[in-house]
């Protein structure tokens, strides 16, 4: 395995981290008076909770690490090649589906996001996801690769237009990761890889800018870096103001699991989901999105919430020392896509559904190449 890949979610994650809990934290440090006025509401209502937040954000990122020097499980796996024609078969039967859907859609793309469906709009996620992790799976043929890289490239395209640019950043940086470490892009410049990270960044703040109406300018696009993790943050304070406990039961973790079941299959799921609202009243998400923070705590405890840090990166280091074949390898880079901003800015809802959709999708292609696996435990 490439040593360099050793580092690499550790590294996304480390970016989340500081952009989502060290930057607002470090912001919000700064005396009242020297706030924007559209800040001087959130700095009044979290300022006595920020040094709670601090420490538990530490400990995420102490508790992500930890996994570093523990022992995994190595994985005895045949790397097989997938049928041509099942593969193919699978592409062309999901970019039918996703024609279907993009015309449902077709009146609501780039028409603002108040009216949009979400019974159209899940579907189109989900095709995003599975397009996703059939880049790698398809990389080796020619015929698969084009066809599923071109309806990747609409599908991301139709999301940009209807409020779905996470997807479709988790796609960008699954699929740059591998290439940069398996693909095309292996022997790019580190100086290069800074500037296309500015260039990535910069244009999904002014999607966002415009998403929400404002007026492009350079004031609101340095705004729009500095707000988000801001205004996402401001759930992991006010959990604080909840009654908490060392370890709880993850009934909005689990509700996650319903979210995974078709759209078309059960349209109502939406409203029979619980949400972390439901687990405390008193955290307050103005903007949207909800911070890992308050996710983790909500859902399982000041203490449970950490384990769930330290079980899921001790997974991606699992997967990270088995890169033996093709599934293995899009099922980590997959996940690894989701680290430095759906991990730490989207509910569990979302979250859960990203990440069993990922097995899911590992399991069939499992069955479909007909590869069995042992596993035996190593020191690495």
Not at 333 to 354: A, E, N, T
């Amino acid at each position: 395995m490439n040593i360099k890949l050793k580092k690499i979610h550790y590294l996304l994650f480390f970016l989340g981290w500081v952009y989502y809990i060290f930057t607002p934290i470090l912001i919000l440090k700064f005396p009242e008076e020297y706030m924007p006025e559209n800040l001087q509401f959130y700095y009044g209502a979290i300022h006595e909770n920020i040094e709670y937040s601090m420490v538990y954000g530490i400990l995420i990122l102490i508790f992500f690490l930890m996994p570093r020097y523990f022992r995994v499980p190595i994985l005895k796996i045949k790397n097989k090649k997938f049928s041509i024609n099942i593969n193919l078969f699978i592409q062309i039967f999901i970019v039918c589906i996703q024609l279907i859907y993009i015309f449902i859609a077709r009146d609501n793309i780039f028409q603002g996001y108040t009216n949009l469906d979400a019974l159209v709009v899940g579907p189109i996620n989900t095709i995003q996801l599975i397009q996703t992790y059939l880049h790698i799976i398809n990389s080796e043929n020619k015929v698969n690769y084009y066809i599923n890289n071109t309806s990747l490239i609409v599908n991301s395209i139709v999301l940009l237009g209807m409020g779905g640019r996470l997807y479709v950043i988790m796609s960008i940086i699954s699929i740059l990761t591998y290439e940069l470490y398996f693909g095309k892009f292996k022997k790019i410049s580190k100086f290069k890889i800074y500037v296309y990270a500015v260039i990535f960044i910069t244009f999904f703040s002014i999607i966002g800018i415009i998403r929400n109406g404002g007026h492009l300018n350079l004031d609101s696009l340095l705004g729009g870096y500095i707000f988000e993790p801001i205004f996402i943050s401001y759930s992991g304070f006010t959990i604080f103001n909840c009654d908490l406990n060392l370890f709880s039961w993850p009934s909005d973790y689990l509700s996650g699991f319903k979210n995974i079941i078709p759209s078309f299959i059960w349209p109502d799921k939406i409203n029979n989901m619980l949400t972390i609202f439901d687990t405390c009243s008193k955290i307050e998400s103005p903007q949207g999105g909800m911070s890992i923070v308050a996710s983790t705590i909500a859902s399982f405890g000041l203490l449970g919430g950490l384990c769930y840090v330290f079980i899921f990166s001790y997974i991606l280091k699992i997967l990270q020392f088995n890169l033996k074949s093709k599934n293995l390898v899009s099922l980590y880079m997959y996940l690894i896509g989701i680290l430095p901003f759906m991990f730490f800015r989207d509910p569990f809802i979302i979250q859960v559904k990203v990440i069993l959709l990922g097995f899911a999708l590992f399991i069939a292609f499992c069955i479909i190449a007909k590869s069995p696996s042992t596993i035996v435990v190593t020191n690495v």
